[in-house]
Nanobody
């Protein structure tokens, strides 16, 4: 049984940084692409970032380029979303996902087979 568990979401002040974690069981992250999505109140879920470990390529939404990064610790099968310069527009529930999307689907939810339960990030001054 595959399980993804996010953690690390909390309240953070504008301009602050936060690192979200996504621990996987039942799959090995190195064999899958990892995506991060978020959903703000009243809005649809949107793509944030993804990484294809097999080719070492990352993808980011324009709104987070230069501020967010993805990494993983293979030893503990955990992926991370590092976020800097946070502002109120980043407030949302953040979800990690794993799958084997092709290039045309890596920024879409349908590209991923497994999802975590989400973790709340709130940014405010």
């Amino acid at each position: 049984q595959v399980q993804l568990v996010e953690s690390g979401g909390r309240f953070v002040q504008t301009g602050g940084s936060l690192r979200l974690s996504c621990a996987a069981s039942g799959i090995t992250f190195g064999d899958y692409s990892v995506g991060w999505f978020r959903q703000a109140p009243g809005k649809e879920r949107e793509f944030v970032a993804a990484r294809r470990w097999s080719i070492g390529t990352s993808y980011f939404a324009d709104s987070v380029k230069g501020r967010f990064s993805i990494s993983r610790d293979a030893a503990i099968n955990t992926a991370y979303l590092q976020m800097h310069s946070l502002d109120s527009e980043d407030t949302a529930v953040y979800y990690c996902a794993a799958g084997r999307p092709i290039r045309s689907t890596i920024e879409t939810a349908r590209g991923y087979s497994y999802w975590g339960q989400g973790t709340q990030v709130t940014v405010s001054s």
